[in-house]
């Protein structure tokens, strides 16, 4: 079972900052959801004989019926994770074959979701997210490789009936930092509820 890097931290952290009726933004903690990742030359193939939904380009991502991301991060790397339930899809993998590599994935996983979003990215990143939440929707879409605050991360922008929502995925020792940042950042944006799979 995949844990936080932000577990003792969260503690500290009120759980609700405002009522949720006049939030802005909402932040969630999502690192325990599972996940895995690979890449190789024969990623692409064992993952589709695996079940697996695979998306045709880099830097794109697919959901499928049982609620697994399959995030194509490059020509043969992938991020596979249960975001719409999906656990069992994603913790039943097979064994891999010798030209596919294990990538381990134990990182800080973010959900930013509210109207308050796309003013909230304009001031932690530099990358135009307009252009990508138009050209997604809820099961496929973009995936951006770029830095928030400071932070390499992967984001993936969905649009669904409930609306616009942010995934960001980084590297654990720069939990804590990115975090704070992001918080105190978007207490400036308005509003702000913080949850978690805690």
Known sequence: MSRSPLE????????????REQ????????????RFGCKGPGAP???????????????????DSRGVLVARLATSEFLIEAVDGGAEGVLGSPARPLDVYP?????????????????????ICSVDFVPLFEACGPQEGPVALTSMIGVGVVAWPRRTDSGSSLTVWLDPSFAHYFWTTLLEVGRGVGALVIGSNL
């Not at 003792?8 to 009522?19: D, E, F």
């Not at 380009?57 to 959901?63: D, I, T």
């Not at 990538?103 to 001031?123: E, N, S």
């Open 8 to 19: 003792p931290a969260l503690l500290k952290y009120p759980q609700v900052v405002s009522a």
């Open 23 to 34: 939030a802005a933004l909402r932040v969630d903690d999502l690192s325990v959801r599972p």
């Open 45 to 63: 193939s064992w993952l589709a004989a695996s079940g697996y939904s695979i998306p045709e380009g880099a830097n794109s991502a697919r959901v």
């Open 103 to 123: 990538v381990a994935r134990q990182d800080l996983v973010v959900g930013i979701q509210g109207p308050g979003l796309q003013t909230l990215l304009r001031q």
